[in-house]
C-alpha cells in the first residue's frame, strides 16, 4: 500500500532538504545567526554545554517549517525569526529530556548530554532551554503564537507520559497514533500556524496551513518508525497508516491553494511532505 501511494506522487523528481529549503535559505541563515547568538550570552561556566548545544545542529526543519508557512502569507519578519527560534529551542530541550529517559548513548552521532556530562546537568539544560524558549516570544503581538506553543509544549508533555506507561504497562496498538500526534505532530503544526500568526494571517488560512502541519507530522514520524529498526510493532502500524495520511497532506495543500499568492512555497511545501515520506535518515 505504502508503495501504490509513493506512485501517485506523479513520479517527481525526489530533492535532498537542502535544496527543497531554497526558497527560505536567507531566512535560514538569519535563523542560524540568531540562534548562536542566543547561546553567547551565558556565564563562562556554561560555555562548554552552550558549544555542545550550538554544535549539534539537526535537519532545521522546525524553522524552514515556520518560515515556509509565513512566506505563503506575506514576507517573515522579526516575530516570525522569534517564533523560529522558539520551536528549535523547545525541540532542543525535548531531545535533551528523551535522552534522559530513554538513556539513550548517543544523539547525531555523538554522545548525548547525559553521557557526555551526566543526568543532572542535561535535566537542567533542558530545563533552561524551556525557560529561554519562553523568553522570546513575551512582546505584545506574540500572545496569539505563545498561546499556541504552549498548548502544544502541554500536549508533547502528555505524549512523553502516554509512551512511558506503554513501556511500564506493555504495548497498546490503540494508542499508537494519539502518542505520534501529541509528540511529534502537534509541534509541526505549530510551526506552521505559528508561522502563518506571525505575519497576521487571518483565521482560515491559519486553520488550513495548521491542517497541513499536523499531517507532515504524522508522516515524519511514522516514516522515522518505519527506519527504526528496534520499533517492530510500530513499523507494520506505521507502514499501514502512511498511505492515509500523505494523501491527507495533500489534500490539506491543495485547500491552501486558494488562499496563497505564493504558489512556489505551496509546491516547495508539496515537495517536502514528498521528502518526509520517503527519506532514508
Not at 502569507?73 to 530513554?102: C, K
Not at 497541513?212 to 511514522?222: D, P, S, T, Y
Not at 497532506?249 to 505564493?262: M, S
Request: proline share 4%.
Amino acid at each position: 500500500m505504502f508503495y501504490f501511494c509513493l506512485s501517485r506522487m506523479k513520479k517527481r523528481t525526489m530533492r535532498d532538504l537542502s535544496s527543497i529549503s531554497a526558497p527560505v535559505a536567507e531566512d535560514l541563515q538569519r535563523f542560524e545567526e540568531a540562534f548562536v547568538q542566543s547561546f553567547s550570552e551565558g556565564t563562562a561556566s556554561m560555555e562548554d554545554v552552550f558549544e555542545y548545544v550550538r554544535d549539534s545542529k539537526g535537519k532545521r526543519l522546525r524553522p524552514m517549517m515556520v518560515f515556509l508557512a509565513a512566506r505563503l502569507f506575506a514576507d517573515p519578519n522579526e516575530a516570525t525569526l522569534r517564533t523560529a527560534l522558539f520551536v528549535e529551542t523547545v525541540h532542543t530541550a525535548t531531545l535533551i529530556h528523551d535522552d534522559v529517559v530513554d538513556n539513550s548513548a548517543e544523539r547525531r552521532g555523538k554522545p548525548s548530554m547525559h553521557v557526555r556530562w551526566d543526568a543532572p546537568t542535561a535535566v537542567l539544560m533542558g530545563d533552561y532551554l524551556l525557560s529561554k524558549a519562553m523568553m522570546l516570544l513575551t512582546g505584545p503581538d506574540d500572545l496569539p503564537v505563545l498561546r499556541e506553543m504552549l498548548t502544544t509544549a502541554l500536549s508533547m508533555s502528555e505524549g512523553e507520559l502516554m509512551q512511558q506507561k506503554q513501556k511500564r504497562e506493555g504495548y497498546r496498538q490503540e494508542d499508537y497514533l494519539e502518542i505520534v500526534t501529541r509528540k511529534t505532530a502537534l509541534l509541526f503544526q505549530s510551526c506552521c500556524s505559528g508561522g502563518a500568526l506571525s505575519v497576521h494571517a487571518d483565521g482560515d488560512a491559519v486553520r488550513r496551513v495548521a491542517d497541513f502541519g499536523r499531517n507532515l507530522g504524522v508522516v515524519f514520524q511514522l516514516r522515522d518508525d518505519m527506519l527504526d529498526a528496534d520499533a517492530a510493532e510500530e513499523m507494520t502500524l506505521a507502514e499501514t497508516l502512511l498511505p492515509q495520511y500523505l494523501e491527507r497532506g495533500y489534500a490539506a495543500l491543495d485547500a491552501l491553494a486558494p488562499l496563497t499568492p505564493n504558489k512556489d512555497v505551496l509546491e516547495t511545501l508539496r515537495e517536502l511532505l514528498s521528502f518526509c515520506a520517503t527519506r532514508l535518515s
